[in-house]
């Protein structure tokens, strides 16, 4: 069910505690941490706690906390110290989109070129 943890989640996983992260900021409802295969010299994921497939699922249910989504992910740009960086949501496996939990992807630290990453 939408919103309840997903025992098969490597991101549930993450906000539980089961699994390990290097985790750089965490609010009420959302956890920010170091990818492990960053693709910049800074690469942070941040997540809802609760589970939603993608971030189009989690905005319609619930807006608030895609919108806290983007808020923790500029406060962790400034705690990185970066004034330029690039958010993504990748929605789909054709998007990309390999871990199925809403999730948005914080990359800075070098200059990224147009296009996709």
């Known amino acids: 069910m939408a919103g309840e943890p997903q025992a098969d989640c490597v991101f ?8 390990p992260a290097t985790v750089v900021r965490r609010s009420e409802r959302t956890l920010t941490f170091r990818d492990i295969n960053p693709q910049a010299p800074t690469h942070l994921l941040v997540i809802p706690h609760v589970h939603h ?3 189009a ?14 808020v923790e992910a500029g406060e962790a740009a400034r ?8 958010l993504i949501f990748n ?3 054709e998007a990309g989109q390999t871990v ?3 999730h948005v992807h ?3 630290g070098r200059k990224l070129t147009e296009g996709l990453v």
């Open 57 to 70: 699922e989690l905005a319609a249910a619930e807006p608030g906390i895609a919108a806290e989504l983007l």
């Open 91 to 93: 929605t789909g496996a």
């Open 79 to 86: 705690g990185e110290g970066l004034e330029s960086y690039r």
């Open 53 to 55: 497939a993608n971030a």
């Open 12 to 19: 549930c996983k993450i906000v539980a505690g089961e699994i």
């Open 106 to 108: 914080l990359l800075g």
């Open 100 to 102: 199925f939990h809403a």
